[in-house]
Every structure is written in structure tokens, then in C-alpha cells.
């Protein structure tokens, strides 16, 4: 294609090509356009080697994580999906969106002083042509809850005068700590881990309810099976 020289700069501009891959020998052909001018000037070889150049890897669908985000849970970063054939991935977790130092696996156990906040996850792809980020959704970390293997119990002799004691049960994790409620019927009687009976609970059934607490744990509340005072 024929391009005029600039008159100033004796510079011919043309605009870009795309060749294949490989080595390619260029040459310039100067032709004059003055009249009475014929001769033509053909420049050196110009030596270009033309190699393929690696895309950095995009995320085609969003980064996730996997688990519940509730105290003492561990969540998962799961990958996506990303073009441009990623050779490794890299991760890394934030606290509202502050990056948490040393947590650098796709697995993050999520810990008290964590409530409250919100945590997500950051992963990083890379190929030869270089790095591809992206985010999971936040999730906003809650207190945990426990679970009540077996129900509070009451011990000792169900009579009248006797000093009964309550079993808190068994739970998981184990509470911080305990509160009771005795009742006869839908009447409290009592708020300690012992309670003597006396004569108004005569033929009566008896319940204690026992409530387990724990920091950053959502306390629970189980009432025993009903006992009968003779």
C-alpha cells in the first residue's frame, strides 16, 4: 500500500497488521512520486520474531464459599470458573474487607472475635500472562448454637422434704455456664440447682428447665421430663 512521506520528518506512517506468530523478515519500499523521478529504494531486512501472547485469567462465574457462617465453622473458597486456563491459584480472606493475616488456604475456622463482622473470601489466578482476581460474596459471621444431647434430668428421692438436684444434660459444646427453673406446673418455685420439695408439691409434677450460656454461643434453653412428688 502506498503511503506518503511526511515532508518535514520524511517519515511514512501505516497503520498496524497483525501477523502470525513466528519470525518474519520486513522490508520498506521508497518510491518517489515527483515527475521525472523512476528509481525506487528498498530498505535493509527488519527481523521481527512474533510470539502469542498469554491473556491474564478472567473469572466467567463468581468465587463461593461453602459452609455456614456461624462461630467455631470452618468455610471453603471454591474457585469459580476462569478463561485463559489459570496454572495455580492463590487465596487470601477479609474481614470487613480487610485482608486477615496468615490466612492464606482455601479453608477459614471461624472464631469468636469474628461475630458480628462480615468475611469473604479473595481468590487470586494466575498464568503465564499474568493474574486474575476475584471475590465470593460477604457473609455476615453469627453466634453459634449449641445442641442438647440429652435432657436436663432430676435426681434424689421425689417425696416431700427431700432436696432434689438437677443434671444440666449433655450438650455441645459444653456451656459456659447454667441457670434453673423449677416449676410446679406453670408455677416457678425455684431458681437454684437444688430444690426442696414441700408439701404444696404433694401429687404435684415438677420440671427443671435448664438454660445453657457460652460467649458468642446463642443460649438454649431444655426442660426435663416431669417428676411427681409423692
Known amino acids: 500500500t502506498a503511503v506518503a512521506v511526511d515532508s518535514v520528518t520524511g517519515v511514512a506512517t501505516t497503520s498496524s497488521f497483525a501477523p502470525t506468530t513466528g519470525d518474519h523478515d520486513f522490508t520498506a519500499v521508497f518510491t518517489p512520486t515527483a515527475p521525472g523521478y523512476t528509481a525506487s529504494a528498498v530498505s535493509a531486512d ?3 520474531s512474533i510470539i502469542a501472547v498469554t491473556p491474564a485469567p ?6 463461593t464459599t461453602t459452609g455456614s457462617h ?3 465453622q470452618t468455610l471453603t473458597c471454591v474457585n469459580g470458573t476462569w478463561a ?4 495455580s491459584f492463590a487465596y487470601s480472606w477479609l474481614l470487613n474487607s480487610t485482608t486477615i493475616a496468615g490466612q492464606t488456604t482455601n479453608k477459614l475456622k471461624l472464631t469468636a472475635s469474628m461475630v458480628g463482622k462480615l ?8 498464568n503465564a500472562g499474568g493474574t486474575g482476581y476475584d471475590d465470593s460474596p460477604q457473609g455476615l459471621v453469627a453466634k ?3 445442641v442438647n444431647k440429652t435432657k436436663p434430668g432430676i435426681t434424689r428421692l421425689l417425696k416431700v422434704g427431700k432436696l432434689l438436684t438437677a443434671t444440666t ?3 455441645t459444646p459444653a456451656g459456659t455456664t447454667y441457670t434453673y427453673v423449677w416449676k410446679r406446673g406453670a408455677v416457678v418455685v425455684g431458681k ?7 408439701a404444696k408439691d404433694k401429687g404435684k409434677i415438677l420440671t427443671v428447665t435448664v438454660t445453657a450460656s457460652k460467649v458468642n454461643y446463642t443460649s438454649k434453653a431444655v426442660t426435663s421430663l416431669g417428676k411427681k412428688i409423692s
Open 46 to 48: 527488519l527481523i521481527y
Open 58 to 63: 478472567t473469572s466467567t462465574s463468581s468465587v
Open 70 to 72: 456461624v462461630v467455631d
Open 84 to 87: 485463559n486456563n489459570p496454572t
Open 119 to 126: 468475611v469473604s473470601c479473595k481468590v487470586t489466578a494466575t
Open 144 to 146: 453459634a448454637n449449641f
Open 169 to 171: 444434660g449433655t450438650w
Open 192 to 198: 437454684a440447682k437444688t430444690y426442696r420439695t414441700s
